[in-house]
C-alpha cells in the first residue's frame, strides 16, 4: 500500500509516521501527511513529533515500532 502525503504529495514510507497520522488525527482518517506537512498543520515542530513517537513507543503502543 502506497501512501502519500495529502498536502506535498510526497511517498510516506515510515510507518511510525503513518502511525503518527492516525494517533494524533484519528484511526478512521484515510489521508495522512509526512512529518513536515503534519508538523507543519498541527503547529509544532518536527522535533515535537518525533518525541511524541518515542513516547508511544514507551508507552508499548502497538502502532509504533
Ligand atoms: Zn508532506
Redo the contacts with the bound molecule.
Keep these: 500500500m502506497k501512501n502519500k502525503?495529502i498536502?506535498?504529495s510526497?511517498e510516506i514510507f515510515d510507518k511510525n509516521t503513518i502511525s503518527l497520522n492516525i494517533k494524533l488525527l484519528g484511526k478512521n482518517i484515510e489521508n495522512y501527511?509526512?512529518l513536515?506537512?503534519l508538523a507543519n498543520y498541527l503547529n509544532v515542530t518536527k522535533d515535537e513529533l518525533l518525541e511524541k513517537i518515542e513516547e508511544f513507543k514507551s508507552e508499548g503502543c502497538k502502532l509504533f515500532n
Design positions: 502525503c498536502a506535498c510526497v501527511y509526512c513536515d506537512c
